[in-house]
């Protein structure tokens, strides 16, 4: 497959040592490194006489590969395989996959090889010996340690079988699921290097790796708790510190967590560190998926040697009678998808950049809630959902029936698994603690509730089999495709409801299931179109598609009609769509908009201006449909969408005519294309007329060809290329070769005017680390209080006291830099006044003068760009709002009013839900020359205080 192996090569023997090098700023790993292997594989499907493990054995004939990859492509149909969906033979192979490594690591050092996820069950050797063994579940991470069994600075033989057999113990075999049980190392592999002294993975024990959680969620402020488990694998015991940083968003430090302790060899311990978040604070949310980082360095004796880093969110959700579902004190009603994370040709061997879009795209229709059904999905997948403001429940992979305590064995370290590997996650609301149409399952449910107390757990129910409520869970998460009644009091999602291209049966029921406050959810089957193979029945005359129709994306994800409904119900930008004609057929014409009204021309002449469809079964909905009765023939439609009278937004679709042009687009567009083949884009040919509109029923065969550093994915068995177009559209995967370049694809048809387009593909870092690592600005964050003696200083706040003519200066420690306090009148330090409201110990006292203005001059400061927040609250006297601040930096003199409060204060003693008057100033340095900052009130006669001041480096 691969001609130049030279890159592969390059990047797998590359030193070990030297993957820190070119870290951001701030980003401290110790000897912690992280190596991507998806790449260089050779492979082979099927048993041998000869084990494959053997170091001697020759694999020159096999086929070289990377990593996602599927043992076996096949066509959109399933080859039309007659199997039922027990799935007893088919993709039911033995699987052998070998790697040469060479691996420069220090002698003291850890070594493991780390997997996301193997279909089925895992065995690995390593230089010929036997490591180890996986057979619990394919769905879940795993590792194994491999220290002992490497030579270091020399080739080593990695051989991974990946056994797909069906088995009577491993979930969700021995029985029938409506998904295709996949096979190979689908999933990303990894080389992680460590010190002895080391954060150990968070699925080997519910105190392991590290556990974050946020117990308090104010609206202002909140408390996050880190839980690190520190394994010593040394012969003796080791004086360990763990410095954990708290960073926003934007790179800056904002806390600090030191803890230190001794670890005994061959032990394990788990540091406990807490912090409160009141600057910068900012919740997570649909709307505002904001995440922080927790970066923890591990010392031991004062040198660094390993590392970890997560992210989390703020977000506090509950379950309330009469508001159903409330996030963050807000009450949030769900609408989602069901998603399973297979693509058609290759099953469930999908690259990262398809997770990341796939969940983008759920994003831009305004979902805010995915079932990740019926299995545990990847970690790429999860990420994305943080990022974009999804929520998720997560399930571990069943479908209707079980097995014996073995196979309930397997099912319970698998639900660990999952729940230790994402817990970290704030998109993740809900567990599932039942099996699929069978409802709660007793062992599910402890499990779950046992590893992480802190989410809800749904029921995974359906109205024909189980209890008619939430049984032992927290949820009644039942299936609905008919018009099922509600439970009488359980809180109540439908995990599963009925969808159709048009979006007719979405609203119908996301429309019934708003109209009771009990329930919170509504999640359709699906999101995007998955195969599945037959019912498990014997009559050899039956048929069933062996693909879905009825998902809101296509297979390879293409939107649907009912996709701009979702758009037009959900997301805040104007939208007016008329569906193509797979929805506007049979007399009427559906246009999706949140306008109040749409006017619908056809030729310029109007049909009709209506509001949308007043059907009882679409009530509760924000923005029904639109349903024209008019027969589209020929021509164009317009529809304009109009709100309070005023035009906002339009849209124009031709009638298809005949198939004229072809037309290329690739599935992602604004993210690298990685070269290499472990990455993979989708190459869509769209069967256009000569208005440029999708021929939604054509039929004309694609032929796709490639010049370039690419390559198609097609085997020549499974009917890819010639492609079958699907609702006017013909689509290809396209991986790149080894090296980066430019690959141009060229899509062509009998009578089309055929089409091509250009990409490129990029150089993909195999050092992890290094890919993910984002700066860390530890630039101290200083709070001083200042008052006279005897004041009450502010918690977690410096303490600056004085006298009317003494202690002027002050030393900012954390800065190697000094402040002093001038004034041409007399300086007054007042002390302890009381007060109520935020900060009320630091704005109960502090300087002031009489009348003038009042200087503060800062002097020493590192070249920057710094932020200062000062408080002039006053303490007595009247209280004033109408300050002049002037700057002198090395930008010169700028003066301005405050205008950072814009509601004066009438109590000096109270200041209700408001922290005291401040004004916020940003200045810059070079290092050399002081900063000034004076402070006069605009009303003549009137004191200019200062309480405090709270001063950052920004920049």
Known sequence: MFKNLSLVILLISCSILGQTEGLPVGYEIGNRTKLNLNYNWKFHSGDFIDSPSNLEFDDNSWEEVSIPHTPKLFSYEMDSIKETWVQKNYLRDINWYRKKLKIKANPEDKIFLEFEAVHNATELWVNGKKVGHHAI???????????????????????????????????????????????????????????????????????????????????????????????????????????????????????????????????????????????????????????????????????????????????????????????????????????????????????????????????????????????????????????????????????????????????????????????????????????????????????????????????????????????????????????????????????????????????????????????????????????????????????????????????????????????????????????????????????????QEVALYHNDKLISKQHPDNDITKSNLNHPSFTFPFHWKSGKLKAIGYTNGEKITEFSREKQGEPHHLKIEFNIKDKPFYAGGSDLRLVHAYILDENDEVVTNANNAIEFSVSGDGELLDNGEIYANPAKPHNGVASIYLRGHQNPGNITITAKSSKLKSAKATISTSYYNPNEIANNALAIYDFPITRVDLGGEKQLVQFDWLEWTGNTTQNLQYKLVDYDASVEINSDKSINWEANNGMLGDLSFMGSDGVYIQEGSLSLKINGLDKGTYQIETFHHAVKGKLNNNINVRITDINGVFSRTSDDHIVDYYDNGNTGERKPLSIKSTFQTDGNHSVVLEFENKIEKEAIWLNGFIIRRIM
């Open 137 to 595: 579940n394919g769905y879940v991470p795993f590792h194994f340690d491999i220290t002992d069994y490497v030579y270091l600075n020399e080739e080593n033989t990695i051989t991974v079988k990946a056994d797909n057999s069906y088995s009577q113990v491993i979930p969700p075999d021995p029985h029938r699921t409506d998904y295709v049980k996949y096979a190979g190392l689908y999933r990303d592999v990894y080389l992680v290097t460590t010190n002895k002294l080391h954060v150990n993975y968070n699925w080997e024990a519910f105190n392991a790796g590290v556990h974050i959680t946020t117990p308090t969620v104010n609206k202002n402020n909140g408390t996050v708790t880190i839980k690190t488990t520190i394994k010593n694998e040394n012969a003796d015991s080791k004086q360990a510190k763990i410095v954990t940083q708290i960073i926003d968003a934007d790179g800056y430090l904002i806390k600090e967590l030191i803890s230190n302790t001794e670890i005994k060899a061959h032990t394990t311990y788990t540091f406990r560190q807490s912090a409160i978040i009141e600057d910068n604070y900012h919740l997570w949310s649909p709307d505002t998926p904001y995440l922080y980082r927790a970066h923890s360095v591990i010392y031991a004796n004062d040198e660094p040697v390993d590392f970890v880093e997560n992210t989390f969110g703020f977000r506090k959700f509950s379950l309330e009678k009469g508001k159903g579902f409330v996030l963050n004190g807000e009450p949030l009603f769900l609408i989602g998808a069901n998603r399973h994370q297979s693509y058609p040709n290759i099953g469930d061997a999908v690259p990262n950049s398809f997770h990341y879009n796939e969940a983008l795209q759920y994003k831009k229709a305004g979902l805010n809630i995915i079932r990740l059904s019926h299995y545990t999905q990847d970690d790429a997948f999860i990420n994305a959902c943080d990022e974009l403001g999804i929520l998720i429940y997560e399930e571990p992979s069943t479908w209707i029936e079980w097995g014996d305590d073995s196979w309930f064995s397997n099912l319970e370290s698998a639900t660990r698994t999952m729940i230790r590997n994402h817990r970290n996650h704030p998109s993740i609301i809900i567990w599932g603690a039942g099996i699929n149409h069978r409802g709660p399952v007793p062992r599910m449910q402890t499990v779950a509730k046992e590893e992480d107390p802190f989410r809800l757990t749904a029921s995974a129910s359906s109205p024909w089999n189980a209890a008619k409520n939430e049984g032992i869970t927290d949820i009644y998460a039942t299936m609905d495709y008919r018009r099922t009644e509600f439970p009488e009091n359980a809180f109540t999602m439908v995990m599963e409801h009925g969808s159709s291209p048009n979006a007719e049966v979405n609203q119908f029921h996301i429309s019934r299931y708003k109209s009771n406050k009990n329930n919170f959810a509504a999640i359709t089957w699906l999101g995007a179109d998955y195969n599945h193979l037959q019912p498990d029945i014997v009559d050899d005359q039956w048929k069933r598609d062996f693909m879905t129709t009825y998902g809101v994306l296509s297979p390879y994800r293409l939107p649907k009609p009912v996709y701009y409904w979702y758009q037009s119900e959900l997301v805040h930008k104007p939208i007016v769509h008329i569906a193509d004609e797979t929805a506007s057929k049979d007399g009427k014409v559906r246009v999706y908009s949140n306008c």
